[in-house]
C-alpha cells in the first residue's frame, strides 16, 4: 500500500521537483520548500508565476511578478539568472546546454549559459514557452498560433497558425510534433514536418496540465472528469484516433497528469485533492492518496521512479511513496 509523507503549507503550490534527490515545492509567494532532514526554506521571486524543472542541470527556474529569473539549486541556494526590469515573468522553460527561455509582454529571451541574452518580439503576447528536445529551438504559444525561433542562428521564425488563443506548449520527445493548450477547452497540434493540423478538442474544462509518456507515444491531459491520453506512435500522431480515459470519476475534475519516467503509466490528480495511478494498456488503477485539501497543482516522479512529490492550490502537499 502506498504512503504519504504530508506537508502542510499555506497558499498555492505552483510546481513539485525533486533536486538532487530532495522534494522542492514551489510556492506562489516565491518561497521554495524543501524536506531535506526536516523542513526548510528558501525565498526566491517575490511573487512566484511559474517554474519549470531543469533536469539536466538538476536545478528549478522559476520566474514571478519581480521581473526576475532565478535558478534554485539542490540545497536551498538561490541564483538570479536574468531580469527584465518590472515586467512580470509569466513563463519560464530549461533548454539544452544551461539554456533558460523566459516570456513577458510581447517579448520572449533566451538567457545562454554564459550570461548572453536574445529577444524575440511578437505582436502579441507570449502565454508558453518552450524548448524542442533537440537542437537549439523554442517554441512560443501566441494569439493564433505558435513560433518556432532559432536562438542561436539568424533566421526567420517558422509561424504555426490556428485561430483562437494560445495558453501554453509542448514539443514531444523526439521532436516530431507540437502541442498546444488553448483558452477554448481543447488541445492543438502541428506535425512539424508538414504542419499538419491536430485537434484534440471535447474537453468540459480549461487543459491546465500536460505529461509525455516516457518514449512521447501518448501524451496524458487534464481537463475532464478522466485523465486524457491521446496516442502518439503513429506518424500522424492522434489524428483519426480516440484517446484513452483513465481514472475516470463521475463527480470531480483531473486537474494534474504526470506521466512515470520509465512505464505506461500516468499519476492523476483531482480536483479533490485525490491522487492515483493509472496503467495505459489495462486502465488499471491504484488509489495512492485520498481526497485532501485543494486541487492538485503539481507532481512530480522521482529517479528512482517510487516516490511522486505533488502539491495542492492550498497548500497541501507531500510525498507518495509508492512501493509503501
Known amino acids: 500500500m502506498p504512503t504519504v509523507a504530508p506537508l502542510d503549507l499555506e497558499g498555492h503550490c ?41 533536469a539536466a542541470n538538476d536545478r528549478l527556474v522559476t520566474g514571478g511578478e519581480d521581473g526576475k529569473i532565478f535558478a534554485v539549486a539542490p540545497g536551498g541556494k538561490v541564483e538570479e539568472l536574468a531580469s527584465a526590469g518590472t515586467k512580470w515573468i509569466t513563463s519560464v522553460a530549461a533548454g539544452p546546454q544551461g539554456a533558460v527561455a523566459y516570456g513577458t509582454g510581447r517579448t520572449a529571451f533566451v538567457r545562454f549559459a554564459d550570461g548572453k541574452v536574445k529577444e524575440f518580439s511578437h505582436p502579441r503576447s507570449v502565454e508558453g514557452i518552450a ?34 488563443a494560445h ?11 507540437l502541442v498546444t493548450t488553448m483558452q477554448e477547452n481543447a488541445l492543438h497540434g502541428w506535425k512539424l514536418a508538414d504542419g499538419k493540423h491536430m485537434r484534440m478538442s471535447g474537453y468540459p474544462a480549461k487543459v491546465k496540465s500536460l505529461s509525455w509518456s516516457a518514449k512521447g507515444r501518448w501524451l496524458a491531459s487534464s481537463g475532464a472528469p478522466a485523465a486524457i491520453v491521446w496516442p502518439f506512435q503513429g506518424k500522424d500522431g492522434p489524428m483519426g484516433k480516440a484517446p484513452l480515459e483513465l481514472g475516470t470519476r463521475g463527480n470531480t475534475m483531473v486537474t494534474c497528469v504526470s506521466c512515470h519516467p520509465s512505464e505506461d503509466v500516468v499519476a492523476v490528480g483531482y480536483e479533490d485533492g485525490m491522487v492515483l495511478a493509472a496503467r495505459f494498456a489495462d486502465a488499471k488503477e491504484v488509489l495512492l492518496r485520498r481526497p485532501g485539501k485543494g486541487a492538485v497543482t503539481a507532481m512530480a516522479w522521482d529517479r528512482a521512479e517510487r516516490r511522486i512529490a505533488f502539491g495542492s492550490a492550498a497548500g497541501d502537499c507531500g510525498v507518495i511513496d509508492i512501493a509503501g
Not at 167 to 177: C, E, K, M, N, V
Open 14 to 54: 505552483v510546481a513539485a521537483a525533486f533536486l538532487d534527490d530532495v522534494p522542492h515545492f514551489a510556492f506562489a509567494d516565491g518561497a521554495v520548500h524543501r524536506l531535506d532532514h526536516g523542513h526548510k526554506t528558501s525565498q526566491a521571486n517575490d511573487g512566484l508565476l511559474c517554474a519549470a524543472h531543469d
Open 131 to 164: 524548448f524542442a528536445p533537440k537542437g537549439m529551438r523554442i517554441g512560443v504559444a501566441r494569439y493564433n498560433g505558435a513560433t518556432l525561433h532559432f536562438p542561436a542562428a539568424e533566421g526567420k521564425p517558422v509561424e504555426l497558425e490556428w485561430a483562437g
Open 167 to 177: 495558453t501554453g506548449i509542448t514539443f514531444s520527445p523526439d521532436g516530431a510534433f
